[in-house]
Structure formats: structure tokens, C-alpha cells
């Protein structure tokens, strides 16, 4: 199917001279930002969050409150209780005192957090559009505490722009929520990184990446306990030149097909989003690291070519005897999934760099792809405890 698709609609997207404006048009920046953030697209169910009841959690299992960045722009956020922890305190969840105003140092799910010298959190970073309220998403929430349902609370926020968090967003105003949010995690709640794993989603790989490679390369490198990152791209010009309308039409497939054409339009990014080079630096940098890859095959929104392109580069990163890739692939341990799919695991000292490919899924769901939750779990190294 793959091969009937290169050879009927990428040679229509070029002989129909489309892409020809559609490229000149993606070079203005406004028009860039538009298309790669749509903070502007807000779907339905995104608008409730102020009420995350109606996305099926129980009262106020969900903390919504305020993080403000260095700059003064004030972000919106969710801390989820995971259900385990919920149900030991369901008096208190439920006498308490409900909405965003109440200072989350009073909440009870905030107490817990920062009172329990087992507990984990995990920091989640959207992809674009839409609102940390979306459906899909807050199921997402749900599941990736499942596994540890007495110790894993998640933290989801909207970047500056999206939703009613304010501002505008950039590469440098996201990168500085993110470090807004990881501060707040780290000082505010006093998480140790070590208990603390960060997952983003498409444009959510990118602003993950991207703070983890700033807090890697401080004098003293804050080592968190893992990185996850799910329909990851290189970076943002070969993202807008892999991106397909509708999960059918690669509108600047042309670019892609001429490297000097690509180089040309890269330059061209604003927000340029140098996932592949960050991730080379962050691994180089820290001694021990935990590095997971997800992407789904069918993915026709960000082809999967991305996530083995960051896996090659990484792997090849860490290496200390600049083997051939033919040697890398000798050194690889590979898991079959079954029709899940298969996950293979480079290990070299203290990182460990893991590609979970799978079979189905697409763009979006295979953030509910069940191998997730168990590389959550692992990162948090909560397997092994829960096995004993």
C-alpha cells in the first residue's frame, strides 16, 4: 500500500504545481506559526477546563490551577490524583473545596504529591491544538497512571496561547513554560527528577526535548528519571515538509524529495525546533539517561522515518567506538510485540535509548497504545516494585 501511495500521490502532488505557493507561503512567519501551533483550533470538549468532571473524573480528581512563567504569562494546568491514591482519601477529595482560584498548596492532591516519598510524577506535553481538556487526551491521563494507580499523578498544562493560558506562542515562550512547569515540579512540589518523567506528544516531543536538553546542560545536570517522546519529527522544516493534509496529502512532498530545496526551506523556519540535534547533545551530556522513541507506522501525519532518523542519530551519539550502522544493528535488542508491534533497545553504559514501533495506531492513537504505560512504568522503575 505504501508503495502504491509513493507512486500515485506524491507524483500528483508535484506535477500539480501546488506546492510551489503552498512552500512560499509557508515561509512567512505568521503563516509558520499559524500551521504549526493551531492554538487557535480549540474543539469542544477542550473548552471544559474548568470543569474536569465532565470528562468522566471524580470530584476534584483533578486540580486545575495557575503557573506562571519567568515572563509573566500565566499558564493553566491540571494535576491529575491517580485513582488508587484517590480512593484511599475519597473523603477528602470530596469535602474539599472545588475550582482553580483555591491555592494548589491547599489542595489535597497537591499535599499528597509532595508528602509521599514514593510518589511519581509524570509532566505531559500536548501536541498542537486543542487544550489539555481534550477527550483523547484526558483518557490518556488515565491510562498512564493505571499501572501504578497509588503512586503516579500526572501534570498536563497549555502552552502559552491555547486554551486560557495567556500569551502567544513561540519556540522560546514554550521553552520557558516548560521550565515554568519543571521548576514548579521540582521546588514548588519538591520532586526529586529522579521520580519525575516527561512526555510529549508531536509538537509536545519538541518542547519535552527541548527542556531536558537546557536542564542537561546546567553545571550540574538535572538527570530526570526519563524522557518519552511519541510521533516525534526531526525538526520543524522537515516536519512541514513531511506533513500530510488529511493523513493523505504530503502537500510539500517536492521539498522533501531535493535536499538542497529542503536546506533552503529550513532556514526559512522561525521556530526551528532542532529535536535530532538536542537529543544528540542531552545524551552526550548526562551519564545516565533514559531515552523512549514511539511511533506508529501508519502514522500519516508524521511519517515514522522521523523516530528512526532520532534513533539513529542518538544511538550512533552514545556509541564510544563510532561503530557502522551494521554494527549498531548487531548491538540492538529486539522485542517482538506481536501484532502490537516490536520494540528494540539500545544500552550503552548508563543510557538506554528504546524505539517502540507499532503496527497500527496512527498519529493519535497510539497515545493509548498499551506498550506506553509499561515504558512509564519502567522509567519510573515501578515494575519491579510492584512484581515484589
Same mark, same amino acid.
Not at 490551577?65 to 500565566?74: K, N
Given at each position: ?10 507524483? *500528483?502532488?508535484?506535477? /500539480? ?5 503552498? %512552500? ?43 503557573? /506562571? ?30 475550582? /482553580? ?127 518519552? *517522546?511519541?510521533?516525534?519529527? %526531526? ?120 524505539? *517502540? ?24 522503575? *515501578? ?6
Amino acid at each position: 500500500m505504501s508503495g502504491l501511495y509513493d507512486a500515485i500521490v506524491i507524483p *500528483l502532488v508535484c506535477i /500539480s504545481g501546488l506546492w510551489i505557493p503552498i %512552500t512560499l507561503l509557508c515561509c512567512i512567519p505568521w503563516v509558520q506559526k499559524q500551521m504549526l501551533y493551531l492554538h487557535w483550533v480549540t474543539m469542544w470538549p477542550g473548552k471544559w477546563l474548568k470543569e474536569p468532571e465532565r470528562a468522566g473524573y471524580l470530584k476534584n480528581q483533578v486540580s486545575p490551577f495557575w503557573i /506562571s512563567a519567568v515572563d509573566g504569562e500565566r499558564l493553566f494546568a491540571w494535576l491529575v490524583a491517580p485513582l488508587g491514591v484517590y480512593s484511599k482519601h475519597a473523603d477528602g477529595f470530596i469535602q474539599e473545596p472545588s475550582g /482553580s482560584d483555591i491555592d494548589i498548596e491547599e489542595r489535597l492532591a497537591f499535599r499528597l504529591l509532595r508528602d509521599d516519598p514514593e510518589a511519581r510524577l509524570l509532566i505531559y506535553f500536548h501536541g498542537n491544538s486543542a487544550t489539555i481538556a481534550q477527550g483523547r487526551r484526558t483518557e490518556e491521563y488515565r491510562m498512564y497512571s493505571s499501572g501504578a494507580s497509588d503512586k503516579i499523578f500526572v501534570l498536563a498544562f497549555d502552552y502559552r496561547g491555547f486554551g486560557i493560558s495567556k500569551g502567544t506562542p513561540s519556540e522560546s515562550g514554550l521553552l520557558g513554560d516548560a521550565e515554568a512547569v519543571v521548576e514548579w515540579a521540582l521546588k514548588v512540589a519538591c520532586i526529586p527528577p529522579n521520580r519525575i518523567v516527561l512526555l510529549g506528544h508531536s509538537l509536545g516531543t519538541a518542547v519535552a526535548s527541548g527542556i531536558v536538553h537546557r536542564y542537561s546542560g546546567l553545571d550540574s545536570p538535572v538527570q530526570f528519571a526519563g524522557l518519552i *517522546l511519541c510521533a516525534a519529527f %526531526t525538526d520543524s522544516g522537515n516536519a512541514f515538509s513531511s506533513y500530510s493534509i488529511a493523513d493523505v496529502i504530503p502537500v510539500l512532498a517536492p521539498v522533501k524529495m531535493i535536499p538542497a530545496l529542503q536546506r533552503w526551506f529550513n532556514h526559512r523556519m522561525r521556530d526551528t525546533w532542532k529535536t535530532k540535534e538536542r537529543l544528540v547533545m542531552l545524551v552526550q551530556q548526562l551519564s545516565a539517561f533514559n531515552l523512549i522513541l514511539v511511533h506508529a507506522v501508519d502514522d500519516g501525519t508524521m511519517p515514522y522515518s522521523h523516530t528512526e532518523e532520532l534513533f539513529k542519530a542518538t544511538t550512533r551519539a552514545v556509541a564510544d567506538d563510532n561503530p557502522s550502522d551494521q554494527e549498531i544493528d548487531k548491538r540492538l535488542k529486539i522485542i517482538d510485540l506481536g501484532e502490537a508491534g516490536r520494540q528494540e533497545v539500545w544500552k550503552s553504559s548508563g543510557i538506554s535509548i528504546s524505539k *517502540l514501533i507499532a503496527k497500527h495506531g496512527g498519529h493519535n492513537t497510539t497515545m493509548k497504545w498499551g506498550p506506553i504505560s509499561l515504558a512509564v512504568l519502567e522509567c519510573f522503575n *515501578l515494575a519491579n516494585l510492584h512484581a515484589q
